[in-house]
């Protein structure tokens, strides 16, 4: 039976060594099973959890991009992770310790396969908050997508240069049509797609590192206005037909916007229904986004 080794990877800062360490790994055909982000270990330290050792470990020690400096300073930087490395693979070998498992809310979908399109947000949005709440870093591992819930832990594979990336979902988007993924600058640069903008991929969920409880609600994005005024008109007409509508602000690098939510459903089938109604109904291009904020099933504007 194979084993899973922790390990983890600190002492550097610069910014997009967390991307470069998962794309040496993902070059070598190391399967990331799952991680801990910077907020979880602290800062300049990526906790990884693999299935290949010896692999793993020959891929971070070939590496010229993880070794800046002189030579001493990257030997003993490597030192410590190298040692946990080989200490947990013992641990894990001889006495049956696995790394804590991640306690996943019900109907989570873990395992869920998606291809398409992916484009990349860095400068523009860099500092502003993410829909979790936190601030957004252009230089770590996240993404935006519309439905998975915020804090899910997703394998990114470009079908074009067979890199990969692990990234954790921490905001919403792409609301462009025919795209399912934004990455960070640091995972468009571990894929090789910054200078192409987008790239066709494929992303696979593996772990979930969000908040306790229950997923949200699904909503569905009617409308974005620079006036609150009219955000507010639209979603007066909704409310009779679509309870819990609401108001969403958003910076955006034009400026601040006002989303107009319609509705919360539980199914994704009852979300695609209402879209199709509201589609014909306002003659506009809806979205289906997932809503799991605190407090999200209140419907409050």
């Keep these: 039976m194979p084993t899973t080794t922790q390990f983890v990877v600190s002492g550097q800062s610069k910014p997009g060594v967390l991307a470069e360490v998962a794309a040496v790994l ?19 330290k990526l906790r990884l959890i693999v299935a290949d050792v010896d692999t793993a470990r020959i891929a971070l020690r070939k ?21 946990a490395f080989l200490l947990t693979t013992w641990l894990s070998g001889c006495s049956g310790w696995s790394p804590a498992r991640p306690s996943y809310p019900p109907g989570y979908p873990l395992g ?16 502003n908050r993410t829909a979790n709440g936190e601030v957004y870093d252009m230089h770590k591992l996240t993404a935006a997508h519309r439905t998975l819930p ?15 990336v692990t990234v954790r979902i921490n905001d919403r ?21 910054v200078g192409r903008g987008t790239d066709e991929i494929e992303l696979r969920v593996i772990s979930y590192e969000g908040r306790a409880g229950g ?4 909503r569905v994005q009617v409308g974005s206005f620079a006036d609150p005024a009219n955000a507010r008109t639209l979603v007066e007409r909704l409310r009779s037909a679509y309870p819990g509508s609401k108001i969403v602000g958003v910076d955006l690098p034009d400026g601040r ?45």
């Design 63 to 83: 590496s010229k991009s993880l070794m800046p400096g002189e030579k001493r300073t990257s030997t003993s930087r490597l030192l410590l992770p190298l040692f």
């Design 173 to 193: 988007g792409p609301f462009a049509r025919g795209r399912i993924l934004d990455l960070s600058l640091a995972g468009a640069q571990a894929v090789g797609m």
């Design 26 to 44: 993902g070059a070598a055909g190391v399967n990331i099973k799952a991680f801990s982000a910077p907020e979880v270990t602290g800062p300049g």
């Design 257 to 301: 916007r006002y989303r107009v939510y319609a509705g919360q459903f539980q199914t994704e089938v009852a979300a695609e229904q209402a879209a199709a109604h509201l589609r014909r109904a306002l003659e506009t291009d809806p979205f289906i986004v997932r809503d799991d904020a605190p407090g999200a099933t209140t419907g409050n504007p």
């Design 112 to 127: 869920f396969i998606e291809r398409g399109s992916a484009s990349w947000y860095g400068p523009g949005f860099h500092g």
């Design 215 to 218: 997923m949200g609600v699904l």
């Design 150 to 164: 915020l804090g899910s832990v997703a394998v990114v594979r470009s079908l074009s240069t067979g890199r990969q």
